[in-house]
């Protein structure tokens, strides 16, 4: 660029002498075609005829050095004009190679962008799948775990209800036993009263009263079996247990409330097993003990592992 500013003040400086060159000879040229009249006197006619041969070679040498100036400028004026449009065309090679640069990193960069769109996606669909797939497994887990929870209750409704089954043959079967030794005492007793009848008078009091003892402790009897009969064992409960019932009732045997008293060996389950046994049974037994039916009452639930 610097070569061509150089360049162009040598041809500027060129144009100017060929101008002044030319301008220079214009005026030899008028110089020579004007007639002077001079105010001195007139010299020879030859000695004048030769002044204007001189002058006009000089004149036409001027004008051949101006028209070769003129002619160098011309063509110093043509290598600029060729000098400026190859500088052109090199400025828009330039260009166009810069544009194609630009549309060539253009092109990379998009394709770097859209490689980098794929793997993005590629990636958050990696993800997608593998959150559907924890999920699914934590669902077939929370099911697994479900069933088994199920089954577990399962089995132990089934145990329980077998084991209130269990009991409730049991408490029959003690029932039995009671009521044969019932009838095994009265009729010890009817045969004893006929032996006795000669001291009625002196033994009818005392065997009021142990007849009264008698018909409560069947009493007492028949209600914890009652009770026992409607009693689902919880897991807790171990052998050995002895709580002390209190109930609330009214005639007819009808359950008012139920607690636990003192002294009772079972654990919180245990105790809340007790009243709702009482609470499941509604109604104490009542006819055929109304002599000794009492409001308040209070009896041991005992259990002993059978």
């Known amino acids: ?39 001195k006197r007139q010299e020879p006619v030859g000695l004048l005829i030769e002044a204007v041969m001189v002058d006009t070679s ?5 004008r051949a050095e101006a028209q070769a100036a003129a002619e160098r400028e011309e063509m110093r004026e043509q290598r600029a004009r060729e000098l400026e449009q190859q500088r052109e065309r090199e400025q828009q090679r330039q260009q166009e190679l810069e544009d194609q640069r630009r549309e060539q990193q253009r092109v990379e960069q998009q394709r770097a962008e ?11 669909k990696r993800e997608a799948e593998q959150r559907l797939e924890q999920l699914r497994q934590e669902r077939e887990r929370k099911l697994e775990e479900e069933r088994i929870k199920q089954q577990r209750e399962l089995e132990q409704l089934r145990a329980e209800r077998e084991a209130a089954e269990r009991d409730r043959r049991e408490a029959e079967e003690r029932l039995k036993q009671i009521e044969a030794q019932r009838q095994r005492e009265a009729e010890q007793q009817r045969l004893a009263a006929e032996q006795e009848a000669q001291r009625v008078a002196a033994e ?28 689902l064992r919880p897991p807790t409960a171990e052998e050995g247990l002895v709580c002390v019932v209190n109930v609330v009732q009214i005639p007819g045997g009808e359950v008012i409330s139920a607690n636990i008293g003192s002294p009772c060996n079972a654990d919180p389950v245990t105790r809340r097993s007790i009243i709702a046994a009482v609470e499941r049974a509604g109604t104490l037994p009542y006819r055929g003990f109304e002599q000794v039916f009492e409001r308040n009452i209070q009896f041991n639930f005992i259990y002993d592992g059978n």
């Open 1 to 39: 660029m610097t070569l061509d500013f150089r360049e162009f003040g040598q041809q500027a400086q060129a144009l100017g002498l060929a101008v002044a060159v030319h301008v220079l000879a214009a005026l030899f040229m008028v110089l020579g075609t004007m007639n002077w009249v001079p105010f």
């Open 58 to 62: 000089l004149i036409q040498d001027q």
């Open 114 to 124: 859209e490689q980098r769109q794929q793997e993005l996606e590629a990636q958050r």
């Open 204 to 231: 009818q009091q005392a065997f009021q009263a142990g007849r009264l003892a008698t018909e409560r402790d069947k009493y007492m009897l028949a209600i914890q079996q009652v009770v026992t009969q409607n009693w």
